[in-house]
């Protein structure tokens, strides 16, 4: 007997047919059968069915001699189980990698309950949803179970078939049934979700919901839509069947109604010359079903709740009007935001009329987050170098409680950010300041970047519509003429900039001030932040750091982190951390989300610093991040995982090729990245090797002093060493930079 039987209904999917199924047969969990009902599809799926049935012997097709309907198909799968938990999967969508396993230790944990709960997302034709509005209470849950009497709230779960794993026995010991039409899985959800004396839930996003274009029934209006009345008139004959339940019928006409209101305006299910209609049908309901003492609640549908019963035409007009009330209400808000630009403006350009104060510098890293990268370690530089300078921060208002303490700080178009801008001499930032800061002769702009680059910047993108695509160049080039200074790490680093920004500034070659600690290193900060991280004494770390891809418009895992996490074993910490521009990537709230809460890694994208999480590291695994000129500072190991470095190269556009001049060992697959940990090799003399000659070329002035350099230069005018490399070697890593730029770029 399997533990899982996966009932997939078939009709009219042989587009989607075989990656529903390959979802479920390549699970790691392989304790499965698949009971696959063609619903005498007219298309090709039934001779798919038969393929794959041969090909394994988990699948069972079972071909019905008519079309039956969705519900009834669930129905005559699950007269083919044997499995201890039915599951029903809709042949258009899939499951998420580690599904089955997941469920498999949930129902263990919680000692197989009736039911077992779990997430979804939605997949659109343009790519992923975020996760799904019910995902915190399912997360509420933990691993206890309940019954509906004491927790009625997850009543509220999505009312669907296959977001569940039913016991078996459960299941066809109460009879449920799937009835014929639409909307067929409400009552069974509450029937069963109300019989069960066990539930339990699992925070996982498991399936893959397909939101189709164009072919899915429930996207094709119609008065099948009629069929929610014939469903919920079931679920409230199953309740005058069982007094028992009579408690939770308050809440669950609640719903009901709730769904009919939501159901009726969508254009994709009810037309327009029906929705009278189906309103006099959802009265209908309303008196005859609403429990005594029932009072409407409080929510999106309050004002038609109060309605209910009007004539249709008042019930519309009143719902229009509401809309077109939060229109307005939306258009005041906008004008009283132009007109408060405008007096900030008018402030602003009086503040400028006033002399630059000399000892002031104003700060901000990375689109004014927080206090980061090179900006922060010349502040702190500046502090002990040029004490008489005083510093002022620009932060965004959510990122004003991560500041340490003793910051001074103004948030952006404040009355104070405008006074202060406009007074200050010097302007220390990562990224460039908006074009609405008008730079004043006598002020001073100190550009530090993010990095040495790899792929093409600034004007080096005209050619790459992929990586240019929303970018403002002819803005950006206006920003960059404010610079008076770009600070480098290398000639290469030198020579990219100059022709990347053609614009009037002086490089100075002071190294990137971020870096002095990785070049130090910190070993109290190194073990304060293993310990707040939670990493065991005694592991390994290793960072895995990806940058963006600018031809996908969302972001795609190129490693398969489950499988690298268990390779390395539990004697290993893997660091997760995305590009910023990834920071919302639906990945991190599905996948990534789940591996962190089964301890298998970190993700620490959210982590402010990126030089903490390298130097809390023993290795970095990244594909083509700046992070890695960063990171070569250290001495450390770096594996450059190139799996996709011709697309990545053709899109971006890159100033010479990283797989050929690596800073360590590269890698195309996950296999071979987890052989090379286990292997040890990721830390032999090769790797020693590769990493010293890219150390010469790309870290030329990165000696540990950069900030105090920079703070020395530009705020104090005196001379400081430009670099602890020789002359001599610093002429031979310029020819070598220049080299190694690809032809029409020299």
């Known amino acids: 007997?399997?533990?899982?039987?996966?009932?997939?209904?078939?009709?009219?999917?042989?587009?989607?047919?075989?990656?529903?199924?390959?979802?479920v047969l390549t699970q790691s969990c392989t304790d499965v059968e698949v009971i696959a009902v063609d619903d005498c599809s007219p298309d090709h799926c039934g001779a798919i069915l038969d393929e794959y049935a041969a090909r394994d012997s988990?699948?069972?097709?079972?071909?019905?001699?008519?079309?039956?309907?969705?519900?009834?198909?669930?129905?005559?799968?699950?007269?083919?189980?044997?499995?201890?938990?039915?599951?029903?999967?809709?042949?258009?969508?899939?499951?998420?990698?580690?599904?089955?396993?997941?469920?498999?230790?949930?129902?263990?944990?919680?000692?197989?309950?009736?039911?077992?709960?779990?997430?979804?997302?939605?997949?659109?034709?343009?790519?992923?949803g975020g996760r799904s509005m019910t995902a915190d209470l399912l997360a509420s849950a933990g691993t206890d179970t309940f019954d509906i009497k004491s927790s009625p709230q997850y009543l509220h779960l999505f009312l669907v078939a296959w977001n569940k794993a039913y016991r078996r026995d459960f299941f066809t010991g109460h009879g449920f049934t799937y009835q014929p039409g639409l909307y067929e899985d409400a009552p069974i959800t509450y029937q069963a979700l109300l019989s069960a004396r066990r539930i339990a839930c699992l925070d996982r996003v498991c399936v893959e919901y397909l939101q189709r274009r164009r072919g899915a029934i429930t996207r094709t209006p119609g008065r099948k839509h009629f069929d929610i009345f014939a469903q919920y008139a079931g679920l409230f004959a199953f309740l005058d069947e069982h007094p028992e339940l009579r408690e939770s019928r308050p809440l669950l006409f609640e719903r009901m109604i709730n769904h009919f209101l939501a159901t009726m305006p969508l254009t994709e299910r009810v037309l327009p010359e029906d929705r009278s209609a189906f309103y006099r049908e959802t009265v209908d309901f309303y008196r005859r079903h609403k429990p005594d003492s029932f009072t409407a609640p409080d929510d999106a549908y309050r004002a038609q709740w109060r309605l209910m019963g009007s004539p249709y035409p008042v019930f519309q007009a009143y719902a229009l009007a509401e809309r077109l009330g939060r229109v307005s209400v939306r258009k005041k808000r906008v004008l009283g935001k132009v007109a408060a630009g405008q007096v900030k403006r008018v402030y602003a350009g009086a503040e400028r009329l006033r002399r630059l104060d000399p000892n002031l510098a104003v700060?901000?890293?990375?689109?004014?987050?927080?206090?980061?990268?090179?900006?922060?370690?010349?502040?702190?530089?500046?502090?002990?170098?040029?004490?008489?300078?005083?510093?002022?921060w620009v932060v965004r208002p959510e990122a004003v409680d991560q500041l340490p303490s003793g910051i001074d700080y103004v948030t952006p178009d404040s009355p104070r950010y405008h006074r202060v801008t406009s007074r200050a001499t010097y302007f220390v930032n990562n990224v460039d300041w908006t074009l609405n800061l008008v730079k004043r002769p006598g002020q001073v702009h100190v550009h530090t970047h993010e990095g040495t680059p790899l792929g093409h910047m600034g004007v080096d993108l005209l050619s790459r519509p992929a990586a240019k695509h929303g970018v403002n160049l002819r803005a950006q080039l206006r920003r960059s003429d404010r610079w008076d200074f770009s600070l480098v790490s290398s000639p290469y680093a030198q020579q990219i900039w100059d022709r990347a920004y053609p614009c009037h500034f002086t490089s100075l070659p002071t190294g990137a001030p971020r870096n002095d600690v990785l070049v130090k290193g910190d070993r109290m900060r190194t073990v304060s932040l293993r310990r707040r991280l939670g990493v065991p004494d005694g592991n390994t770390v290793v960072l895995y750091a990806p940058t963006r891809r600018d031809h996908r418009k969302s972001y795609v895992p190129r490693i398969d982190l489950e499988q690298l996490a268990r390779g390395l074993g539990p004697g290993v910490t893997l660091l997760v951390r995305l590009h910023p521009r990834d920071a919302q990537a639906a990945f991190r709230g599905l996948e990534l989300r789940d591996l962190q809460r089964r301890g298998l890694l970190l993700?620490?994208?959210?982590?402010?610093?990126?030089?903490?999480?390298?130097?809390?590291?023993?290795?970095?695994?990244?594909?083509y991040s700046s992070l890695m000129f960063d990171y070569a500072t250290t001495d450390r190991p770096i594996i450059v995982h190139g799996d996709d470095w011709a697309a990545y190269r053709a899109a971006r556009g890159v100033y010479f090729d990283?797989?050929?001049?690596?800073?360590?060992?590269v890698t195309s697959s996950t296999e071979e990245l987890t052989e090379l940990f286990a292997s040890g090799a990721w830390q032999d003399a090769r790797s020693a090797a590769l990493r010293a000659d890219f150390r010469r070329r790309f870290c030329v002035y990165d000696d540990g002093h950069a900030a105090a350099r920079v703070v020395s230069m530009v705020m104090l005018g005196r001379e400081y060493p430009a670099s602890v490399i020789p002359q001599q070697d610093a002429r031979q890593l310029l020819g070598d930079a220049h080299s190694a730029l690809p032809d029409g770029t020299r």
Do not use: K
């Open 658 to 665: 990283v797989l050929a001049e690596p800073p360590g060992h």
């Open 363 to 392: 700060y901000s890293a990375n689109w004014h987050r927080g206090f980061l990268g090179d900006p922060a370690a010349i502040y702190d530089a500046a502090r002990l170098v040029a004490p008489h300078i005083d510093a002022v």
């Open 1 to 23: 007997m399997p533990r899982f039987s996966v009932i997939v209904p078939v009709y009219r999917v042989q587009g989607y047919l075989r990656e529903c199924l390959d979802s």
């Open 603 to 623: 993700d620490v994208t959210d982590e402010p610093s990126a030089m903490d999480m390298m130097l809390v590291s023993d290795a970095l695994v990244t594909d």
């Open 58 to 128: 988990r699948v069972r097709a079972v071909h019905l001699p008519e079309n039956v309907g969705l519900g009834r198909a669930r129905n005559a799968g699950v007269t083919h189980a044997t499995g201890d938990y039915l599951l029903f999967l809709d042949s258009d969508d899939r499951y998420t990698p580690g599904t089955l396993r997941a469920i498999d230790e949930r129902l263990t944990v919680t000692d197989d309950p009736d039911i077992l709960v779990f997430d979804h997302v939605r997949t659109h034709w343009w790519g992923r």
